[in-house]
């Protein structure tokens, strides 16, 4: 059963962060320019929370703040859901389904390794499909 060390292994280790103190329109031009859909939030390099997307819609579009005054701190989800490299993708999966996430950061001890996306699982799940599927077609019909 592959691990979350595993999927990072092979997407790579990279985390876009934002400073608590950055602004919400800073934090979203960092998601922008890096084509994600969230960003840990650090305090003195350790993880404090996750901005998503979702966040700006609830917390700063609906509510109508001001995305250059509004600190990422402010409306930042603290409570985030980890899981550590060795927790297995189906747990990860299950998490995610049941607290209706899409991102879940890759944390040991404090430390930040990485971060996880529904994406990330369902690309694994599709890679796993193709080979089961190449090997299943070459029992049955040999290698072309």
Same mark, same amino acid.
């Given at each position: 059963?592959?691990?979350?060390?595993?999927?990072?292994?092979?997407?790579? $280790?990279?985390?876009?962060?934002?400073?608590?103190?950055?602004?919400?329109?800073?934090?979203?031009?960092?998601?922008?320019?890096?084509?994600?859909?969230?960003?840990?939030?650090?305090?003195?390099?350790?993880?404090?929370?996750?901005?998503?997307?979702?966040?700006?819609?609830?917390?700063?579009?609906?509510?109508?703040?001001?995305?250059? $005054?509004?600190?990422?701190?402010?409306?930042?989800?603290?409570?985030?859901?980890?899981?550590?490299?060795?927790?297995?993708?189906? $747990?990860?999966?299950?998490?995610?389904?049941?607290?209706?996430?899409?991102?879940?950061?890759?944390?040991?001890?404090?430390?930040?390794?990485?971060?996880?996306?529904?994406?990330?699982?369902?690309?694994? $799940?599709?890679?796993?499909?193709?080979?089961?599927?190449?090997?299943?077609?070459?029992?049955?019909?040999?290698?072309?």
């Amino acid at each position: 059963m592959p691990t979350a060390e595993q999927l990072l292994k092979h997407k790579g $280790e990279k985390v876009v962060t934002v400073d608590k103190g950055a602004s919400v329109l800073e934090a979203a031009k960092a998601m922008n320019d890096h084509r994600i859909g969230a960003v840990i939030v650090t305090s003195v390099d350790q993880a404090v929370g996750i901005f998503t997307e979702r966040d700006i819609l609830t917390r700063v579009v609906v509510t109508q703040r001001s995305v250059t $005054e509004t600190k990422v701190g402010d409306v930042m989800t603290s409570s985030m859901a980890c899981c550590t490299r060795a927790t297995k993708l189906t $747990e990860c999966k299950a998490v995610m389904t049941d607290k209706k996430i899409r991102h879940l950061p890759v944390v040991e001890e404090g430390k930040l390794y990485g971060i996880i996306s529904s994406g990330d699982i369902l690309a694994n $799940e599709v890679a796993h499909q193709e080979n089961t599927i190449q090997y299943l077609s070459e029992y049955l019909y040999g290698r072309s």
